[in-house]
């Protein structure tokens, strides 16, 4: 079945990097554009970053542009997002999504990042 599995996430100081993954398997990861999506304690969802399906266009969030890079390995059927120097803000469960016709159809679980000194 589609699935989609986030991981990488942690605890880590202010001004560190992270790098999540986002394994996918049951479709073929290399025609779907893929997002990523965070959700901040006691907030709504906020949009992070979008990649299309070859790799070849993205864009990003202000509050996280110039900040976070988002790539993918369409060999590898994953997604990745580089997270430099985090703040504090940056706090919170990371999901990716698959994007299918303007809609987000598939979502992992979500994986945690905290930033915090």
């Known amino acids: 079945q589609v699935q989609l599995v986030e991981s990488g996430g942690g605890l880590v100081q202010p001004g560190g990097s992270l790098r999540l993954s986002c394994a996918a398997s049951g479709f073929t990861f290399s025609t779907y554009g893929m997002v990523w999506v965070r959700q901040a304690p006691g907030k709504g969802l906020e949009w992070v970053s979008v990649i299309n399906s070859s790799g070849g266009s993205t864009s990003y969030g202000d509050s996280v542009k110039g900040r976070f890079t988002i790539s993918r390995d369409n060999a590898k059927n994953t997604l990745y997002l580089q997270m430099n120097s985090l703040k504090p803000e940056d706090t919170a469960v990371y999901y990716c999504?698959?994007?299918?016709?303007?809609?987000?159809?598939?979502w992992g679980q979500g994986t945690q990042v905290t930033v915090s000194s």
């Open positions: 999504a698959r994007g299918n016709s303007g809609y987000l159809d598939c």
